[in-house]
């Protein structure tokens, strides 16, 4: 069973940095594709970006320049960067994986990340 936890959220003034982090419990975690979601207050579920088992990397256009995501295999991990953070990346951010050998979708409890002065 795969389980997905996230860390790394919080307060963070604008302009600050974060780096959240996603273990994978379970195995097999090299052949699983990871993406990053969130959700601000108020509104949908919105993309943020992926990294695929052959570690290709994709960011909302968006978020281009920002964020990046990055997979550490050995640790069963991956990371989300957030740089240079303004107000409206205030969410909750989720882990997310599709398994490549069923139709399972799994989630995380998600990180709150809050962009305040």
């Known amino acids: 069973q795969v389980q997905l936890v996230e860390s790394g959220g919080g307060l963070v003034q604008p302009g600050g940095s974060l780096r959240l982090s996603c273990v994978f419990s379970g195995s097999f975690f090299a052949s699983y594709p990871v993406a990053w979601y969130r959700q601000p207050p108020g509104k949908q579920r919105e993309w943020v970006a992926s990294?695929?088992?052959?570690?290709?990397?994709n960011v909302a256009d968006s978020l281009k320049g920002r964020f990046t995501v990055s997979r550490d295999t050995p640790k069963n991990t991956v990371y989300l960067q957030m740089n240079n953070l303004n107000p409206e990346d205030t969410a909750v951010y989720y882990c997310?994986?599709?398994?490549?050998?069923?139709?399972?979708?799994?989630w995380g409890q998600g990180t709150q990340v809050t962009v305040s002065s």
């Open positions: 990294i695929s088992e052959f570690d290709a990397a």
């Open positions: 997310n994986s599709r398994s490549p050998f069923s139709t399972n979708d799994y």
